[in-house]
């Protein structure tokens, strides 16, 4: 050491703390400067020895920094591969003493000009060197002592610790971080359950409170007063009724929706890609959306460009979905002018690109990034609107699925546009009977005698379920005979089986006690009992479909039932049997009766049209119309049945358009015609 150097002093500043506070190039640099100075070195440097043959210099020092530095970069540049494998050995090397370990070249590097003494320290962390130090000192012939050695690694012992230190506290504070991050998770996650549940109860609570309300006002004898109806009249039962099942399809929107965003959430949402024809699915989206503009005063088009091509390969479930969430939340937040469907194909992409275009109040551009926010109502502090605001979301997630996206823009005052953009697979394949398909499909009513003389087995323990399902299957003439369990239900069908009276059909709820519906079916298919089997659950998820299917199920439907779907499964699996020939007598007694029923409610009729009327209730007026035109048709009322089809057409066509209105006003004629020739007794 220098006879100058402060040995004290140096080793009081290379205390650690002194490092810890600086990155490691400026540590390194630290070092070099004091242990350069104390030791009188001619040049030192350090390379921080990365993964692969990479080396980066972390610091240098050089004793006289206004001459060339000819020997530490001519030694050291050329040699860096050589140097960090020399370093990873972790032992020191010193030149001349160690010479026959150092190359030719390097060799004459140091001893020329002049001779220069090398000394090579490798500095761990954790076991693992990642620094190199290279010291170099003038006079070939002064060796390094041990002394010098000593102090060096010293300093280098020095610099490893507060390395280790460092990354240890860096380490600390990861941890530190990770665990705060997941106790926020944890909490953002708790407070979205807790938020989940709160919206998820209001939604309910909301349908509930009406269903509730509405079904004690049906079964009170008292006046509607007494229920708070301030008019002092009771609705009509056909009113309440409308008002009960719009209330229970927005609670089974809702369950339907949580359903899809845990499906799409566990990864358990299955597209099924199969041919079908965009003109149905949007016609049959447009036929939805038409009411519901309706009601609201607002104009609705549909625009299809030509390029588009009528038969695709997607999910068209999902698609009309998609279409039919996009178009829904237009109308809501559109309070007048119109909303328009727009369909192209993007040539250079060939994509489908559908565009919901509306006039309505708009979206702030700072709230457009909460578009697709589960649970995220955008309007609810300026607008009430029914909804848990999980469409958009379950939307943009579909529209993923299917291999696109939604795009949105907006102005606040003037509208919004919705794009949805997914790839076109055109199917060249023709579909069959494509050109004689009616652009919209018929409403189909209940099959009255469809099913008269088959014998059904309803296996349920709800009584309510057995009532309604019942209800549903006497209506089309069928025997119905129900049991509580599966138990149960396997002794009725074998014993009919021994009887030689078997059942033409079973309707199996699968969650039951005693024994389930998967086990009866597995017992009844051990018995060879060949009788069609449709699962009825309240379990919607497509596993539940497959795992009764796999039960021996030929069918499955959810809960609650839609008569429509129900009836078209049943007639697909029991072909209608052919009427018996009936009696004149009691062919012309039967529709005396219904003559005289149909005249009985012929007021209550006319009542309702005009409510509905008043009310612009477009669904309401097609159904009445729907029900008038079967039984005027069954009664050979034909004028009745003319004018109710005509303003059924009018209606799914063009909503209560001025057509609609006359055909209507001339339907109420024939009624007031019919009735005021109806004999008083």
Known sequence: MSEHADLHAFLLRLRPENLLDVDLSDACTFLLDEIGVALGLHSACAYHLQVGDGSERLGHWQQNASQPDRVSHRA?????????AVAQHKHPLHFPAQRHLCPAALIDALSSPEPHALLLLPVSCHGKVVLAFFFIKSAYHAE?????ELLIRYALDTLARSLEYIQVQKERQEAVQNLKNAMEQASAALQAKDDFLAKVSHEIRTPMSAIMGYSDLLASPTPAKDAGVTS?????PTEIAAAIRRNAEHLLALVNDVLDISKIASGHMRLAEERCNLFEVIEDVATTLRFHAQEKLLAFQVGIHPNVPQSIRTDPVRLRQILLNLATNAIKFTPQGRVDLQVYLERQTSQLR???????????KERMADLFTPFTQLHADTHRTQGTGLGLSISGQLACLLGGSIKATSKPGEGSTFSLIIPCTVDATPIPGLAERPATRPRMALPEGALRGRKVLLVDDGPDNQRIITFYLHRVGAEVVGVSNGEEAVRETLRAQRESAPYDLILMDMMMPIMDGYAATRRLRASQVTTPIVALTAYAMLDDRNKALE???????????DPRHF???????LPPVAPSPTPQAEVDEAVGADLASFHACLPQLQQHLRICMRDRD???LVQTCNNLRQQATHLKHHAIAH????SEDHLESGGLNPAAQQSLQDLLAHLDAVTSAIPIN
């Open 76 to 84: 050291i540049a050329p040699f860096l591969p050589w140097w960090k």
């Open 567 to 573: 009836f078209d499964l049943l007639l697909s699996l």
């Open 643 to 646: 004018s109710a089809a005509a």
């Open 551 to 561: 039960a021996g199920c030929d069918e499955y439907i959810s809960k609650p039932i």
């Open 618 to 620: 477009i669904s309401g």
């Open 232 to 236: 002092g009249t009771a609705p009509p």
């Open 354 to 364: 559908f565009d919901v275009i509306d006039t309505g109040i708009g979206i702030p």
């Open 144 to 148: 390094w002592q041990p002394e010098e």
